[in-house]
């Protein structure tokens, strides 16, 4: 089941559909662990414990950088950007077509 919390834009959902599974899971685990960190927890508290760029938040997950914004009344996240650091792409591909 989906967190209503949890909101993407357009190009973050096609991006997230296009990570390899197993690797997708984790990083819809981690989102999902994040908004309901967004809903227990006052918004105040938040900045302390989330990592802050320009634009909101950037969480990592196995080598995916997820960036998000907060709306700290309505206690939702809104995924942006979704980066595959270089290093894990390669292994992204590999899995993608089923190598070892």
Do not use: C, I, K
Not at 77 to 99: I, K, N
Request: glycine share 4%.
């Amino acid at each position: 089941m989906r967190n209503p919390r949890l909101l993407y834009t357009r190009a973050a959902q096609t991006r997230l559909q296009r990570l390899p599974l197993e690797l997708r899971l984790h990083v819809e685990t981690h989102l999902e662990n994040l908004a309901l960190l967004a809903e227990a927890t006052l918004p105040e508290r938040l900045s302390e414990v989330l990592t802050r760029t320009e634009d909101g938040f950037v969480s990592e997950v196995r080598g995916v950088r997820v960036y998000f914004v907060m709306n700290a009344v309505a206690r939702t996240l809104l995924v942006y950007r979704l980066l595959l650091e270089p290093s894990h792409a390669w292994e992204a591909s590999r899995s993608a077509v089923g190598h070892e």
